[in-house]
């Protein structure tokens, strides 16, 4: 078996220390401001991003340059023969199928992966797959694990302006203005690779609620095995509270936080709070 290298997109939003560490390759998305692409991470950070949001600019995004993902992967050491590219959902993005048509412009074996979701829930894939590699796995066994992976794992997130979602196409115009007459602060999830609402709740804080007590009938006792990832979005203030939460009711999950960075926080918005967690196996 040859060498096996991991690539996923930017939207994975795993930190540098583990990119470096783990040696997994990032293909950015970028966010576009009055015409001038930023690919996220590299040429905005997000706390700039959020400060131009704040003063009321509007971005749109787009997906990785495919001739620079040609380029990285060409760059991979010569023993490189398959690539795991996991990427976040073909609904809202078309960065999978640019990873499908990447098989047909470089030597290597592009193992295209679609999360079918985003941000941390995409990160714990990568993480899956990092282990099987490291283990010697193949390159269809660690595909046949994200498969199972992507089943399993249960993620949730409130938004505090359904604007910004109505805005991107991501939610219909109806249901934005109705939740934004009504007050309603969905819980909302991805289903069929798009986001769409799973329940309407009254406030924000009873919609953190309520996916707090789904995560509760899932998790059995003190969480051991599972892990819990607590997401926001420029309000580190509400991620803070909910991982102290987390870490009081389940002391021996792994627990840890992450952000939404410029290209999901386009269509979220500031203030946003996402949940998730899945049980790992090793």
Known sequence: MGNIAILTDSTAYLSDDFLARHDVHIAPLSVIFDGVSYRESIDMSTEAFYERIEAGNLPTTSQPVIGETVELIESLPDDVTDVIAITLSSGISGTYQSMVALNDMVDVTVHAFDSEI????????????LH????????????A??????????????????????????????????GSFLQIKPVLHFQDKLIVPFEKIRTYKKAVRRIEEMMDESIAGDGEGYCIGIIHANCPERQAEELASMKQKFPKAHISGSHFGPVIGTHLGPGAIGITWYRREW
């Open 118 to 129: 985003s941000c941390m829930p995409q990160a714990f894939m990568v993480e899956e797959a």
């Open 132 to 143: 099987l590699r490291d283990n010697g796995a193949t390159p269809e066994e660690i595909i």
């Open 145 to 178: 694990r994200l498969e199972t992976v992507r089943d399993s794992i249960r993620a949730y997130f409130v938004v505090d302006d359904l604007d910004h979602l109505q805005r991107g196409g991501r939610l219909s115009a109806a249901q934005a203005l109705v």
